[in-house]
């Protein structure tokens, strides 16, 4: 079965500078999608991005980018020019490709990294 | 288009108490899934249905049975309420067989068991 491991339970950062996140994760797969959720006060589960194992480019959506290192199974969020609007929980999840494997379909999650942005 | 609606949003229940959580999804979605969320420990999924007329067990299926009500309603029933059953609970929904969409999540029913 797959694990995802968030080792930081809470991180901070001043309003436009920059922080990662990290994320690792255990699997014997070899293709897989790997996602950050972010889930703000209001408590909506809110996609940031996301990344599938056979792609090397890291991937990118504005502000936040993505250091997906395979071999190492880790998978860490960057988030530049920190706003005071990215203070939320976020979650890193692994989702299996493979169509035969009883994790199919389903998100496997960390366990959460609790974000303080300070003006 | 709502996306996914859960209802309740709150509720508090006795010991022994049943109830049911509903979810309906109008994006003509095949999978439906149910989480719960605990402090320190992430979304842990309960049940899913991979398409209509099936349902499968998770990761933390005890104390919790599911109906697939039609191709948009998934629906969660505790039935005899436990303290270790509170917590956030969270239906989502995505396409069928391909990993790279997105599962869209519910606002989510806080339950408290007492």
């Known amino acids: 079965a797959q694990t995802v491991t968030q080792s930081q339970p809470e991180m901070s950062v001043q309003e436009a500078e920059t922080v990662t996140l990290s994320c690792t994760y255990d699997t014997s797969e070899s293709d897989y999608y790997l996602f950050w959720y972010k889930q703000p006060p209001s408590r909506q589960m809110i996609l940031v991005i996301r990344?599938?194992?056979?792609?090397?480019q890291n991937a990118t959506e504005n502000r936040f980018s993505v250091n997906f290192q395979k071999a190492a199974k880790s998978f860490s969020l960057k988030i530049s020019d920190s706003q005071l609007g990215d203070a939320a929980m976020y979650f890193c999840?692994?989702?299996?490709?493979?169509?035969?494997?009883?994790?199919?379909?389903?998100?496997?999650f960390g366990q959460g990294t609790i974000l303080t942005v300070h003006p | 288009n709502a996306g996914v609606t859960q209802t309740p949003k709150f509720q508090v229940l006795k010991t022994g108490q049943s109830m049911t959580l509903q979810c309906a999804q109008d994006?003509?979605?095949?999978?439906m899934y149910w989480y719960r969320q605990d402090p320190g420990m992430g979304l842990r999924l309960i049940y899913y249905s991979a398409s209509e007329g099936t349902t499968d067990k998770g990761e933390v299926p005890n104390g919790y049975n599911v109906s697939r009500l039609n191709k948009r309603e998934f629906s969660l029933r505790l039935e005899s309420a436990a303290p270790s059953q509170t917590s956030v609970y969270f239906c989502?929904?995505?396409?069928?067989?391909?990993?790279?969409?997105?599962?869209?999540f519910g606002p989510g029913t806080r339950l408290t068991v007492t």
């Open positions: 990344q599938e194992a056979y792609k090397q």
């Open positions: 999840a692994y989702r299996s490709v493979n169509a035969g494997g009883t994790s199919y379909g389903k998100l496997t």
């Open positions: 989502a929904s995505s396409v069928l067989g391909e990993a790279h969409y997105e599962q869209y």
């Open positions: 994006m003509n979605h095949n999978s």
